[in-house]
């Protein structure tokens, strides 16, 4: 009897299982390449942005891993995640407990109606174990363990996104540097242009109209100078942010010509993204839904039990030991969910909607990682021709400026012809910082989008 009652509850609640949410399918094709036919094929580099050849960076970078707050939340959020996994373990072993008693009291003799003192010194020592049939516990001890990766996952991602901002803020920083030195001289030429233009309208030479454009230009060049200044000091505040320091001064390589960007080698298989943390933590938190589900659908199933206790008693506390039990039970029970079916049911539920939305993410993520992979090559490789065809085209300026320069002193020019150049070799010499800079700041974005450098 008591066999055919276990095996019509367990028929019962394994019927219960079938739920009204569906399992997705996943529906993720993974490209061979990239559309670019260009990039890394090598393992990622730890130390990428050594690459780059400027100490300043790397000790920037480094403090940064030390003391960002981003980096130092997500790793102790690893460490709250360890110490729930131990949680976890722990309960997958019975539970044991002990404890003492002592009772001292005065009562009435019911046969002789004086009054007599007692005491009883009791010993309690009791076990439970819950049985893990159907493996929701070690279900959930994987979803516990799954969590722990993908937070291991997420406090990489950290570190490698804040090395990736302090590369791109180091290098626009240097970038304003050279910015402001290319202003500075411009502002140092237009100044002698407007001494020499106000010397030829006092001898007599110009027209004032000249002497007045000399000046407008000279005003329009030192009025970017403060502006540029204000630029530099807000990214060295958010540098020394990003490092763990207060706002402060950065030191920094004053050479933006000596910083110059790499050359990509030519292979690229599209596995180099499985070392992303970002798709190493989706694929965590998929694996981990899947765990718990496991482990809400076990929890439908009958459950089992086992307890023993035993307990022994003596009128004297030295004596308490040397008794053997005197009282013990062992036993078991098998629960099964009846009335709170439809609530563990829709707990189901509710872990195979979680588990579609992990999936869902994960495919996400990972879309997202070809297209910022495939954004960063074509905008460096779009940046490289830029670069070549405003250094050619700084080339050709600067021959025109010199020689309208020369013409307009010794006279055979206006001085329009001189402004015009000089206005061209400036916006010319600002445009190719500006897309240097947008080239190495492009080469970050492909280490951060690769997880990591293509250097072997």
Wanted: proline share 4%; aromatic share 6%; hydrophobic share 40%.
């Amino acid at each position: 009897m008591k066999r055919l009652l276990l095996a019509s509850l367990s028929a019962l609640m394994l019927s219960g299982c079938a739920t009204e949410v569906e399992r997705a399918p996943s529906s993720l094709p993974i490209p061979e390449s990239w559309r670019q036919q260009v990039g890394p094929h090598a393992a990622p580099e730890a130390q990428w942005w050594q690459a780059f050849g400027d100490n300043q960076l790397n000790r920037l970078v480094e403090q940064a891993l030390q003391h960002n707050s981003d980096i130092l939340i997500a790793r102790s959020r690893v460490d709250q995640y360890r110490a729930q996994l131990r949680a976890a373990q722990g309960d997958n072993f019975p539970t044991l407990s002990a404890g003492v008693a002592a009772t001292h009291q005065r009562a009435l003799s019911s046969a002789t109606g004086e009054p007599y003192e007692s005491a009883v010194f009791q010993g309690l020592l009791q076990s439970s174990y819950d049985v893990d049939l159907w493996g929701s516990r070690s279900s959930s001890i994987r979803a516990t363990q799954a969590t722990l990766d993908a937070q291991r996952a997420a406090a990489s991602a950290a570190e490698l996104t804040v090395a990736s901002s302090v590369a791109s803020g180091y290098l626009s920083l240097c970038a304003l540097d050279e910015q402001l030195r290319v202003t500075e001289a411009t502002l140092a030429t237009r100044e002698n242009s407007l001494k020499l233009a106000q010397r030829q309208f006092e001898a007599g030479y110009t027209s004032r109209l000249e002497w007045m454009q000399a000046a407008s230009e000279y005003q329009t060049a030192k009025a970017q100078v403060p502006q540029l200044q204000h630029q530099i000091v807000q990214q060295e505040n958010a540098l020394s942010v990003l490092v763990g320091m207060n706002p402060r001064a950065i030191a920094r390589n004053s050479q933006f010509d000596h910083i110059r960007p790499q050359t990509l080698p030519a292979l690229l298989p599209s596995q180099l993204l499985n070392r992303r943390p970002d798709i190493v933590q989706a694929q965590r938190q998929l694996l981990a839904a899947d765990a718990s589900l496991d482990s809400a659908k076990a929890q439908l199933l009958p459950s089992l039990n086992l307890t023993a206790s035993g307990t022994l008693q003596s009128s004297h506390l030295h004596e308490l030991l040397a008794n053997p039990f005197r009282l013990w039970s062992i036993g078991g029970s098998v629960l099964a969910p009846l009335l709170n079916r439809e609530a563990l049911t829709a707990q189901v539920d509710v872990a195979m909607a979680s588990r579609n939305q992990a999936l869902y993410g994960y495919e996400k993520v990972v879309r997202n990682a070809f297209s910022e992979v495939d954004d960063a090559m074509d905008a460096i490789r779009r940046s490289e021709q830029q670069l070549t065809e405003l250094e050619q085209q700084a080339r050709f300026v600067a021959e025109a400026y010199r020689i309208a320069h020369n013409r307009y002193q010794n006279g055979y020019a206006s001085y329009l012809d001189e402004l015009d150049a000089q206005r061209t070799l400036f916006t010319t010499q600002l445009n190719i910082v500006s897309v240097k800079n947008t080239l190495l700041l492009a080469q970050i974005d492909l280490y951060r989008a690769l997880g990591g450098g293509w250097q072997g």
